[in-house]
């Protein structure tokens, strides 16, 4: 059986922060803020030292996990500017699949959960790497969701690009 093929779980934050970066969510916790001790450090006004958290937790009887979202530091005070999630204030909230994350309304981030073999995330990691230092966010996010969107189905082999049905490989090479 050739493993290369075989779906596994993926976390990806993709993050605008005037550097737009990609981050595979693969630990159990991650802080997140202004100060460098964060393990996702937003250097942005006004971004809270502290800003907020991402838990990993396991779906019971079920071989999967979700990441929650929780405004604050680890002692519960809030942020100062918020964390929003599909434009809405959060202080808890269970990320799913393309939620939209913004970061005292200063960084967005995209939270993708997909189930990808080797090959598709490798393709998938190639795309958001060429797409990081191009255009802006919001138009990324066509694309990225695109890929998303045929990674979760096995029927097509293409995406729409520029209103044009284009092959994925076509894609990476734009």
């Known amino acids: 059986m050739d493993i290369s093929r075989n779906p596994t779980e993926h976390h ?16 159990e916790r991650y802080s997140i803020g202004r ?5 996702i450090v937003l250097d942005r006004d006004p971004i809270s030292r502290e800003h907020a958290s991402l838990l990993r937790v396991a ?6 996990s979700i990441y929650r979202l929780i405004d604050g530091d680890s002692t519960g005070k809030l942020s100062t500017n918020g964390v929003f999630v599909n434009e809405e204030r959060q ?7 393309e939620d939209t ?7 967005k981030a995209l939270y993708i959960h997909a189930w990808m073999d080797e090959i598709q995330f490798s ?9 990081s230092s191009s255009a802006e966010f919001s138009e990324n ?12 189905s096995n029927d097509s082999t293409s995406i729409m690009l520029g209103g044009r049905a284009t092959e994925l490989r076509d894609a990476l090479v734009l």
Not at 101 to 107: E, M, Q
């Open 91 to 97: 202080t808890c909230c269970d990320l799913s699949n």
């Open 141 to 152: 996010l066509v694309a990225i969701r695109q890929v998303v969107s045929y990674l979760s």
């Open 101 to 107: 994350i913004a970061f005292g309304d200063v960084v």
């Open 35 to 39: 100060s460098s001790s964060n393990a």
């Open 59 to 64: 779906i019971p009887n079920e071989d999967r």
């Open 12 to 27: 990806i934050l993709l993050i605008d922060d005037g550097t737009n970066r990609v981050i595979v969510l693969d630990s």
């Open 123 to 131: 393709e998938f990691m190639a795309l958001c790497a060429s797409k």
